[in-house]
């Protein structure tokens, strides 16, 4: 007697479950990259006033989100911008009523327009940008349309080396020379094709590629250290989080409270941030990117050789 028929059930459940885990996947990428935005505001932002007598305005600031700081004068405020411990500032005049104000768009586009808003509203009609972008690129597009291929390069060529390279010391020859390669040429694309910035270019190709090194060397580490689980990590941290988190499109400071602070924790905010200091500020504000990104970078290392060094400790224990 022949064996009945098997059921087709456990074949249609498992699709059942395939397709329930993309959709849940697809939902949480389009929760992740679409609720920073719809939920954006004024976070302690800071701003400046320079003058005396404000009348009231720092503590009607205050309770709409913004941190103030008290500038002696223009000179001072225009200082604080150029050393990015604020986004804009308004300048009373001797009566203490709002006289001027000063943004910096090519800190963030998104609150220069916020803040010009905010000026007209209080009845400025002088505004001055102290860093403005290049007339080629006047809205800093370039920049933030770099924050997905700086995310996404580094995770594809780890991944790319990991499948076509052997032996962890030409990987690790790869990365480093990639992450070179490729900063140089991103860089030279959005200095030269775009005209997203129009000076220090060593400094900001400096930055991408310490930006794609740490994010390279992040999959690497992760990927030898924890198997085909540590993509998966790594795909999290640096797409689905580090990505809409960055604040490259708008600022940190617009996110919801607490997630631009983390997106700053993270290889894509980190690189963003540093890009913005090295292209624009001759540096200023670079400090804290520079510390995650070598954090990270550290860590990918750390677990790169970790991996490698329990490979050859099995490999040595298998019998020849």
Request: hydrophobic share 50%; net charge negative.
């Given at each position: 007697?022949?064996d009945?028929t ?8 498992q699709?059942?479950?395939v ?8 939902v949480?990428l389009l929760?992740?990259?679409a ?19 404000d ?7 205050d ?9 002696a004068d ?7 911008l150029l050393?990015r411990a ?5 300048v ?8 001027e104000?000063?943004?910096a768009?090519a800190?963030?586009?998104?609150v ?8 007209a ?9 102290v860093?403005?972008f290049?007339a080629?690129d006047?809205s800093?597009?370039?920049?933030s ?15 790319v080396?990991l ?9 690790a020859?790869?990365?480093a020379?990639?992450?070179v390669?490729?900063?140089?040429a991103?860089?030279?694309l959005?200095?030269f094709?775009?005209g997203?910035?129009?000076?220090a270019y060593?400094a900001?190709?400096?930055a991408a590629a310490?930006g794609i090194?740490a994010?390279a060397?992040t999959?690497l ?8 689980a ?6 999290v ?6 990505n ?6 708008s ?6 409270a607490?997630?631009?602070?983390l997106?700053?924790l993270?290889?894509?905010g980190?690189?963003?941030?540093l890009?913005?200091s090295?292209a624009?500020f ?23 050789a970790?991996?490698?060094r329990r490979?050859?400790?099995v ?5 020849a």
């Open positions: 007697m022949s009945p098997p059921s087709p059930l456990p074949a249609w459940r699709l059942a479950i397709v329930t885990g993309l959709t849940v996947l697809l949480v929760s992740a990259f609720l920073p935005p719809l939920h954006s505001g004024p976070h302690d932002l800071p701003v400046a006033i320079a003058g005396d007598g009348d009231g305005l720092a503590a009607e600031l309770g709409q989100g913004y941190a103030v700081t008290e500038a223009t000179d001072a405020a225009r200082a604080l050393d604020a986004y804009g500032a308004i009373l005049d001797a009566t203490g009523r709002p006289d104000l000063l943004v768009t800190a963030s586009n998104a220069a327009t916020r803040l010009r808003a905010l000026g509203e209080l009845g400025v009609e002088t505004v001055t940008d860093r403005p290049p080629d006047p800093g597009a370039g920049l349309a770099g924050a997905l291929p700086l995310a996404l390069g580094g995770w594809i060529a780890a991944v080396l499948m076509t390279v052997r032996g962890p010391g030409r990987q020859a790869g990365a020379a990639f992450a390669v490729a900063g140089l991103l860089t030279a959005l200095r094709g775009f997203t910035f129009d000076g060593w900001t190709a400096g310490l090194s994010t060397w999959i580490g992760l990927r030898t250290a924890l198997g085909n540590g993509l998966a990590v790594g795909a941290v640096l797409i689905l989080l580090g809409p988190l960055s604040g490259l499109a600022a940190p400071e617009l996110l919801p607490g997630w631009g602070a997106g700053q993270l290889p894509p980190a690189t963003g941030s890009l913005r090295a624009y001759d540096g200023a504000g670079a400090a804290e990117p520079l510390l995650v990104l070598t954090f990270w970078l550290a860590g990918g290392v750390a677990l790169f970790l991996g490698v490979a050859q400790r490999a040595e224990a298998v019998p």
